[in-house]
């Protein structure tokens, strides 16, 4: 008989290769079949929010690769289990490949248009794991093997392991490489008439060390979302459905989308789970299609006053209707700083809404439009207790100097950046220690609907100070030094940081 240690390495081994085989038939079935993204998408469903938010606090934009991560981890222990149940009684272990099995199935058939054939993987895994497991019980490595008995069982698992890891791994990355990338590189961008781009003043951004620069770069704009894996969809594949409380319901296709009239902005997007002086914040060039001449066309009904935004992997927002009609620029849209959307960002299509928080505006892989109200429908987030109606905060940080840093006295650049969507900046104010509030010099934009960098020079003397910055907009409200968290409608208070100067 296998020691307990040999047995519960043949669990981990068979679960290896279930796994590992599973994401292989995924590649053929589609990403969303994959047991693991499956689970995955499960509990990042059921999960309540505030442990999201912790996830996201904790694990800022790597929270669902901790989700992956800690998933295996759980997975291991349990295949284990299976193996030393196994020692016992072989059918035990195979029950216990089947219970995996059940799980993974029943998780596939139940996201959001999943095919019928969503079960294979998990099928196929399983059966492959309860093969691998009956083959290394029949290797010897119990109390009275030889050591070259045991040696040889370390091999077919290690060797067993590695395989299945190589072909997890390599499945993964080749179901949400494939095609998806071709095909934006071959997008090619309709140009935008000169009277529909908003210039970019010259002299917009300041440039200063660890200042966010005026428009982030496609790499480093925030990511959150709650797609375990990126949703791969293709021009070809995409269309928009907009349904529901409307007169004319429509379907444009990718095609017909870039034919209409184009509209690039300057935008700047907001995560309600922004922490006061957090990075969940980013501003980039949008090129896209006035949502509100969309609807213009399909001519909303009385009481449609919710626009629920679905994503292909059925994420929902709820949009305010009369926000979409305002005359604010949201637009669906096509490239991200002059390239088309970075796949996760959303291509080929995304929803921009200036001056709402993306829980209700930025859906991603949009591929439906459903007019509704928020009498009669909740979306994604809304369930989760946060609010049906996200307004930016005005809001302002401190981006240099570093909080903790130790700069040398003399005069020090202090800068930042404070944002209002869709109302704008009008002045930001500075404070060292218990001193006076000071004016600090903002740059232009070419909107109300961006950030906007601010500096602030100051003679800085040897000692320990704390920097404290506060911005108004141009309504005259000044942003409140009460402060509160992001849930359930977006975090306040002023932003400080405290220096050494030297």
Not at 173 to 202: F, K
Not at 314 to 341: K, S
Not at 389 to 416: C, F, H, L, N, V
Request: charge should be neutral; glycine fraction near 10%; proline fraction near 7%.
């Amino acid at each position: 008989m296998h020691t307990r240690r040999f047995a519960a390495l043949a669990g981990i081994a068979a679960a290896g290769v279930a796994v590992g085989v599973a994401e292989a038939v995924a590649i053929l079935t589609g990403a969303t079949t994959s047991p693991l993204v499956s689970v995955g998408g499960v509990v990042i469903d059921a999960v309540p929010a505030k442990v999201k938010d912790f996830a996201v606090a904790v694990f800022y934009t790597y929270d669902k690769l901790a989700l992956s991560i800690g998933t295996l981890v759980v997975l291991a222990a349990f295949a284990a289990g299976i193996g030393v149940l196994a020692r016992q009684r072989r059918l035990w272990g195979y029950l216990g490949i089947g219970a995996f099995g059940v799980i993974g199935i029943a998780a596939a058939l139940s996201r959001h248009n999943a095919p019928w054939y969503a079960f294979v993987p998990t099928l196929v895994g399983a059966a492959a794991g309860a093969g691998v497991l009956h083959w290394l019980f029949t290797l010897e490595a119990g109390d009275n093997a030889d050591p070259q008995e045991r040696r040889a069982f370390l091999r077919s698992a290690g060797y067993t392991m590695l395989g299945a890891a190589v072909l997890g791994f390599a499945s993964r990355w080749w179901s949400t490489r494939r095609g998806v990338e071709a095909d934006r590189a071959n997008v090619q961008l309709p140009s935008v008439p000169p009277n529909t781009v908003a210039p970019l003043p010259p002299d917009a951004d300041a440039t200063l060390p660890d200042l966010a620069p005026f428009v982030t770069p496609n790499k480093e704009f925030y990511q959150i979302d709650t797609a375990l894996v990126v949703p791969q969809l293709t021009t070809e594949d995409w269309k928009l459905r907009i349904y529901g409380r409307v007169e004319k319901e429509l379907t444009i296709s990718w095609d017909e989308l870039l034919k209409r009239p184009m509209i690039e902005r300057y935008i700047t997007l907001a995560c309600v789970s922004n922490e006061v002086g957090g990075n969940l914040i980013s501003n980039a060039k949008w090129q896209g299609v006035r949502v509100a001449d969309l609807l213009a066309e399909a001519r909303p009904k009385a009481g449609a006053d919710q626009v629920v935004s679905r994503s292909i992997d059925g994420f929902t927002a709820g949009t305010p209707t009369a926000a979409l009609l305002d005359g604010r620029d949201a637009m669906l849209a096509i490239a991200m700083n002059g390239e088309p959307l970075p796949v996760e960002h959303g291509f080929p299509v995304r929803m921009v809404v200036p001056g709402l928080y993306g829980y209700v505006s930025a859906t991603k892989w949009l591929v439906e439009l459903e007019l509704t109200s928020f009498a009669d429908f909740d979306a994604y987030w809304i369930k989760r207790g946060w609010s049906a109606q996200g307004p930016i905060k005005t809001e302002s940080r401190i981006d240099t100097p570093r909080d903790g840093s130790s700069p040398r006295a003399g005069e020090i650049m202090i800068g930042g950046v404070a944002w209002a969507q869709r109302r704008g900046i009008s002045k930001v104010e500075i404070r060292v220690d218990d001193g006076p509030w000071q004016s600090a010099t903002l740059l232009p934009v070419p909107s109300i609907d961006t950030w906007r960098q601010w500096t602030f020079k100051w003679p800085a003397t040897p000692g320990k100070h704390r920097i404290t910055v506060r911005a108004t907009d141009n309504g005259g409200d000044t942003q409140t030094d009460a402060v509160a968290p992001p849930d359930p409608d977006g975090a306040t208070g002023w932003h400080s940081i405290d220096v050494e100067v030297k």
